[in-house]
């Protein structure tokens, strides 16, 4: 059974900074590729940034480039999404997520945590 415990949400200040943290088990994390997504009230769910298994290769929207970061320790089990210089429009419920891959292809469906809660406002 895949299990996530994520952690590190909360209210913060615009300008403000927080990192998430998951832990992952049930599968051999070094093996997936692992990724955070949000969903803000009222739209879909989006793809905040991916890093594939070695961590040698990363991926991130647009609208978070240059300010968030992802990173992984694999003999921890535990994906990271740093999150510096926060606006409000980055308030969401954060998920972290983690998907099978072989070398750069990937296969099934993604697992999912159960999302915490990051409300940027002043």
Known sequence: QV?????????VQPGGSL????????I????????????APGKERELVAAIMRSGDATNYADSVKGR????????KNT???????????????????ARF???????????WGQGTQVTVSS
């Open 3 to 11: 299990q996530f415990v994520e952690s590190g949400g909360g209210l």
């Open 79 to 97: 994906a990271y999404l740093q999150m510096n210089s926060l606006k409000p429009e980055d308030t969401a419920v954060y998920y972290c997520s």
């Open 68 to 75: 968030f970061t992802i990173s992984r320790d694999n003999s």
């Open 19 to 26: 990192r998430l943290s998951c832990v992952v088990s049930g």
């Open 101 to 111: 891959c072989s070398g750069s292809v990937c296969y099934g469906d993604n697992y």
């Open 28 to 39: 051999t994390q070094r093996s997936y590729r692992m990724s955070w997504y949000r969903q």
